[in-house]
């Protein structure tokens, strides 16, 4: 089916109270507006997203996302609202889906239900027990006849329980021929996009409403809003993932990220973060662990790992209060207590408690290569840039400013010094 698909956009969104574009703020890891244009992805390639508050910066951040999006700027101070919004507005297709890009949580199902059938216009519709805010919409003899705004509804349409959902189906022929008669006489003064309604009525057109999932459909306004959207898309996000076999040990406490990953028996114990777009492959991530934008391949973290941005673990055990960053680890062992950044570690190598990559001077950052089977002993410091090579130890307590050899033994301690008896002499006991 072809059709074309305009992602509405352009409103303030001031109940956010944010500096950041109501639709920029993110739900497990991605925009709300990202999340309307994956789902939009899934039934065409004619997406329009229109703009107006804060357009530069919503636009270049969907263009760092996508690069098949089409832009258009709402004149909205001649003609602000819904109906002022698809003015100038073209599309390729015979029929246009309108959405609204603060509705995260729609899915590919519900948008198809909308397409379906032969009506000159689908709206989605809502039964819901407290109407407050909503477009009353009249419906007789199963077709709809009206939809009528809160703020201008008689005492008997506040009473109507049915609601305008706020997406449309919509014959695009029609479309383009009702936007240019839209009027703004009403209490917001407004152009109304749900005036085409009345106007594709009064033709005789046939406009069928679509019963649809009150929580896939609940724009998101407020803060309070977006939390409760939060819960709902990592509820579907890890029933997703366990059901492709995933084992977590206690989900409510679990955050995945929609972009991460997964590969082989996972397991997630509790109080488990993923972040970014992850990968991981036969991993273990143990309780209250943070990985971030890394892959994790047949390798255990945890408990309290954290992996930062743009590491890669292979047959690598990091145990408790180890931070690993920009870092790859193949076939390591750092038990305890470590900070590893910017770093290569080959097989067999083993990291002591306390030890720590130095790969800031205050200026800049450094690399640490480290080869095969070196034994670097617990609180050593290892000053970037430095090369450690194959069948290395260095002993506890060194600080390493200069690159290894292979085969050597590397050690800055300070010999021993023993002073007979000074405890007696120092405190005359
Ligand atoms: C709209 C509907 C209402 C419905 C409700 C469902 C109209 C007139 N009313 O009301 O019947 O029950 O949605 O949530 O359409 N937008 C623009 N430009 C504007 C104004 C809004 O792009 O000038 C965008 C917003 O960014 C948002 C969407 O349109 O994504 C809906 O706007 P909103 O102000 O939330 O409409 P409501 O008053 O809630
Ligand atoms: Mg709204």
């Known amino acids: 089916m072809s059709i074309s698909i305009v992602i509405l956009a352009a409103g303030k969104g001031s109940r956010m109270k944010s500096t950041t574009p109501k639709v920029l703020h993110t739900i497990s890891g991605k925009s709300m507006l990202s999340h309307a244009i994956d789902a939009a992805q899934k039934l065409s390639d004619d997406i329009t997203v229109v703009l107006y508050h804060q357009a530069q910066r919503v636009q270049e951040a969907i263009e760092a996302e996508y690069s098949n999006i089409n832009f258009h700027m709402q004149d909205a101070q001649k003609f602000p609202g819904t109906g002022g919004a698809m003015k100038g507005v073209t599309t390729k297709y015979e029929k246009t889906l309108i959405l609204n890009g603060d509705m995260p949580l729609i899915t590919q199902n519900s948008l198809l239900a909308l397409t379906d059938g ?86 005789g057109k046939t406009v069928h409403p679509v019963y649809v999932e009150e929580e ?98 292979k047959g690598t055990h990091v145990g408790n209060f180890v931070e690993v960053k920009k870092s790859a680890l193949t076939g390591v062992k750092a038990g305890h207590l470590a900070y ?13 408690a306390g030890v720590i990559t130095c790969n800031y001077d205050g200026k800049n950052k450094y690399k640490t290569i480290i080869g095969k089977n070196v034994f670097v002993g617990s609180d050593s410091q290892l000053v970037a840039p430095v090369t450690i090579e194959d069948d290395v130890m260095i002993a506890a307590g060194t600080t390493l400013t200069k690159d290894v050899t292979k085969g050597n033994l590397a050690l800055t301690r300070t010999p021993l010094k023993l002073v007979p008896n000074f405890f007696y002499k120092f405190f005359g006991k």
């Open 118 to 203: 032969d009506a000159d216009i689908n709206m989605s519709v809502i039964k819901l027990d407290n109407p407050y805010g909503y477009g009353r919409v009249i419906i007789e003899n199963e077709e709809v006849k009206e939809i009528v705004e809160q703020k201008d509804c008689n005492e008997a349409q506040l009473e109507t329980k049915t609601v305008n959902a706020g997406i449309y189906c919509v014959n695009t022929e029609l479309l383009n021929r009702y936007i240019p008669l839209l009027s703004n006489e009403n209490a917001q003064e407004e152009y109304y996009l749900t005036d085409i309604i009345k106007m594709a009525v009064d033709e």
């Open 216 to 313: 896939e459909f609940k724009g998101v306004n407020s803060k309070f809003d977006l939390a409760t959207a939060e819960v709902i898309m990592q509820d579907r996000i890890k029933k997703e993932l366990m059901e492709s076999g995933v084992i977590m040990r206690f989900p409510e406490t679990t955050y995945i990220d929609c972009r991460a990953t997964f590969e082989g028996e996972c397991i997630l114990e509790n109080g488990v973060t993923i972040l970014g777009a992850s990968k991981l492959i036969n991993a273990h991530i143990k309780t209250n662990s943070v990985i971030e934008e890394s892959i994790i391949e047949d390798s255990d973290v945890g408990p309290m790992g954290r992996i930062r941005p743009l590491s890669h673990l």
């Open 340 to 352: 590893l950044g910017d770093s290569t570690i080959d097989e067999g190598s083993n990291i002591g």
